[in-house]
């Protein structure tokens, strides 16, 4: 069974600072993998997507790494805002069908 | 960029009653449909996939016969919490595969059931 993990549960910087957050998975046979950001009490909004044959995505200041071997991708935020702070999700599809199995999640704040 | 939307957005209700959400994929059309709940401070655990014109297919430790899912049409699926108690108190999510776009796929803004 897949399981994804995110490290580290939380992380506070001050603003202007880079973001590095790691998602790993046991299984590396994976179809893509996503990273998400959820804002309290909101639902999710989709950051980067990952296919399996890539090995970043890039949008912005956002900047996702894979590396399908290692079962790790990592997350990379530059120059953070206070508006950054969110909490973020990797996920990763468990069949054909997109059925996601998620991480916990890194709970960010950047202060001003 | 694609649509989900989910209603209601928040709904308080009495132990013992049931309740149902919407999810609707605006402007696509959703083959499938899953459903997820959070608890707070928690990740998004799935409920249960559902395919429009079939039967849900739910996850191990999901009762059926306490959350009814129904996917009549491309656009739409429903997830009826039956005889709510508080423990059935948390956030649900849908989220819908888009059958035409690879298959990505785009989430809900979520509902908040408080059970009382």
């Known amino acids: 069974k897949q399981e994804v993990t995110q490290i580290p549960a939380a992380l506070s910087v001050p603003e202007g600072e880079n973001l590095v957050l790691n998602c790993s998975f046991t299984d590396s046979a994976i179809y893509n993998l996503q990273w998400f950001r959820q804002d309290p009490g909101k639902g999710l909004t989709s950051l980067l997507l990952i296919q399996s044959s890539q090995r970043e995505q890039t949008s912005g200041r956002l900047n996702a790494s894979l590396d399908k071997s290692s079962g790790r991708s990592t997350l990379y935020i530059a120059a953070s805002q206070p508006g950054d702070s969110a909490t973020y999700l990797c996920a990763v599809p468990t069949d054909s069908w997109g059925k996601f199995q998620f991480g916990a999640g890194t709970q960010v704040v950047v202060t001003p | 960029g694609a649509v989900v939307s989910q209603h209601p957005s928040w709904v308080i209700c009495k132990s013992g009653t049931s309740v149902k959400i919407e999810c609707r994929s605006l402007d696509f059309q959703a083959t499938t449909m899953f459903w997820y709940r959070q608890f707070p401070k928690q990740s998004l655990m799935l409920m249960a996939t559902?395919?429009?014109?079939?039967?849900?297919?739910?996850e191990q430790g999901v009762e059926k016969d306490k959350f009814l899912i129904n996917h009549a049409s491309l656009t739409l699926s429903t997830l009826t919490v039956t005889s709510a108690h508080p423990e059935d108190s948390s956030f649900y999510i849908c989220s819908a595969r888009d059958r035409e776009a690879a298959g990505e796929q785009y989430f809900g803004p979520g509902t908040r059931l408080t059970v009382t």
């Open positions: 559902s395919n429009e014109g079939s039967k849900a297919t739910y």
